[in-house]
Every structure is written in structure tokens, then in C-alpha cells.
């Protein structure tokens, strides 16, 4: 099972920190990765970690978001700075079991998150 938390409401320019939290899960994970939903619109995959730490990031959120894995390996946090109105949606957590050529594709996870919302207006 797998567990967001973290999402609200912010101004633009603020910032919020994502978490995602596995439980009742035993396989190795090989990448771990966020979506995003905005309303209306597709799933996109946003930033994406995999087992030795290497990281790809969206274009759209490069140099405002910051992935990273807890040391216990069962939590994955997204620091969002600067965060502005078009990074309003549903945020989803997924894990895949095995490598992914492209860890973005929605595609590509075997096990997804419910999803928190998050909201960025004036």
C-alpha cells in the first residue's frame, strides 16, 4: 500500500513537501516516482528516483522540485518550491519492481497511490 500526504493549498511562490509512505510491501523497488494530475488533464510523471539514487526530473519542474528517499527506503518525499498555479493537480506516488527505460511513462509502475491534492492560487 502506498500513501501520500503533504498536500494543501498555497499562494504562488510558496512551497510544500510531499510523502509517500509503502507499507505491507516485501519486493525491492527499482524506481520510485510522482505524477501529476491536473484537472481535466492526463497524468504526467514529474521526477523519478530509482534504487541507487540516480534522478530524472519533468522540464516543468526542474530547479523547483526535489525528490528524494528516505535512508529506510520506504518513504519518498517531493520538496516543491516556488510553486506556481499550473502546478495545480492530484499528485500520485508509484513503484516499479524492475528498471524502467523511462520512469515518467504512467505506463511503467506497478503500484500506485490514492493521491493528494494539491492546490496553487491567489
Known amino acids: 500500500q502506498l500513501m501520500e500526504s503533504g498536500g494543501g493549498s498555497v499562494q504562488p511562490g510558496g512551497s510544500l513537501r510531499l510523502s509517500c509512505v509503502v507499507s505491507?510491501?516485501?519486493?525491492?523497488?527499482?524506481?520510485w516516482t510522482w505524477f501529476r494530475q491536473p484537472p481535466g488533464k492526463s497524468r504526467v510523471g514529474i521526477a523519478a528516483?530509482?534504487?541507487?539514487?540516480?534522478?530524472v526530473y519533468a522540464d516543468s519542474v526542474r530547479g523547483r522540485f526535489t525528490i528524494s528517499l528516505a535512508n529506510t527506503k520506504n518513504t519518498m518525499y517531493l520538496q516543491m518550491n516556488n510553486l506556481k498555479p499550473e502546478d495545480t493537480g492530484t499528485y500520485y506516488c508509484?513503484?516499479?519492481?524492475?528498471?524502467?527505460?523511462?520512469?515518467?511513462?504512467?505506463?511503467?509502475?506497478?503500484?500506485w497511490g490514492k493521491g493528494t491534492l494539491v492546490t496553487c492560487s491567489s
Open positions: 508509484a513503484l516499479a519492481v524492475a528498471p524502467l527505460v523511462d520512469p515518467l511513462k504512467d505506463s511503467g509502475p506497478d503500484y
Open positions: 505491507g510491501y516485501t519486493y525491492s523497488t527499482y524506481h
Open positions: 528516483i530509482d534504487s541507487d539514487g540516480s534522478i
